[in-house]
């Protein structure tokens, strides 16, 4: 595949193009060496970065990235300029398809540069909470992000998001969890169900279940044994209905498992 490159690099010398007037946005291919992460994204955990990669080496980037420059970028975000380190841009969306560009070797990838960088934490939040691939755990801190940073009502970020009250109540209640146990719940040693049950306690009682100190009455050995209760599944469920089912009471680790078996068709 032939290397597309915007006229913008070909006429103007300099770390980054000067955009065609009257253009909020502009198109550009540049080396995956131009790119910096953004410091705000809420994005904490890349997965599955080995298929993406797979199939960007097999296809390409086929959506570009949206990126700003990076004067634009430091000229609301000063404190981040150290992170930035010397990159022409700053990526706001599409990490996870650059670090499997990365991955798969590529030498550029297709972008989109912004010009205002006013809002584009806000418009990374927005983007993280809004993917499929996010935990709720992450979808969790992000919606916290929107709240602190902007001063929103619950309500206020259902509407920013395109999402119902009750689904970003449900990411919130998340929050409550102690340190610790947001730690179990982001690496798979407490499930989501188990986690939002334990954050209707004061911090001060939240345990692990199994805990000793979660069960003051002693049970016998016979029955002592985490119950994560029965998925109910409906046969005639659509398959994002289905997943959304799995999604709700499977921790990411379980979850990921039930992926692969169904991937290999055991």
């Keep these: 595949m032939g290397r597309r ?12 193009p000067v955009p065609s007037a009257g253009r909020d946005t502009y198109p550009l291919t540049v080396p995956v060496t131009d790119l910096a ?4 994204n809420p994005r904490h955990e890349l997965r599955d970065l080995d298929g993406l990669a797979q199939t960007l080496r097999e296809r390409g980037v086929l959506q570009a990235l949206g990126v700003v420059s990076r004067g634009a970028f430091l000229a609301v975000h000063p404190q ?5 380190g010397d990159a022409p841009y700053v990526v706001l969306h ?14 550029e990838v297709p972008v989109l540069v912004r010009e205002d960088a006013t809002r584009t934490d806000e418009d990374a939040l927005i983007e993280n909470v809004q993917r499929d691939d996010l935990t709720e755990l992450e979808q969790a801190q992000a919606i916290q992000g929107l709240i602190t940073a902007y001063g929103y009502s619950q309500r206020e970020v259902a509407a920013r998001i395109g999402k119902t009250q009750g689904f970003v109540s449900q990411r919130l209640s998340l929050m409550r969890l102690r340190e610790d146990l947001q ?6 040693r407490v499930s989501v169900e188990d986690a939002r049950r334990i954050a ?37 469920s659509t398959p994002e209905e289905l997943v959304e089912a799995l999604r709700r009471n499977l921790a990411p680790a379980a979850l990921e498992r039930v992926a692969e078996l169904l991937a290999t068709g055991h």
Excluded: F, M, W
């Design 37 to 40: 992460e953004n410091p705000d």
């Design 94 to 107: 599409g990490h996870r398809r650059l670090a499997a560009a990365r991955l798969a070797g590529l030498r």
């Design 183 to 188: 730690e179990a719940l982001a690496d798979g």
């Design 5 to 16: 490159t915007d006229l913008a690099t070909l006429l103007t010398p300099g770390d980054a």
């Design 200 to 236: 209707r306690l004061p911090r001060d009682e939240q345990q692990l279940p199994g805990s000793t100190q979660d069960a003051p009455v002693p049970v016998p050995k016979a029955r002592r044994r985490r119950d994560y209760g029965v998925i109910t599944l409906d046969t005639r």
């Design 80 to 84: 981040h300029e150290a992170a930035v």
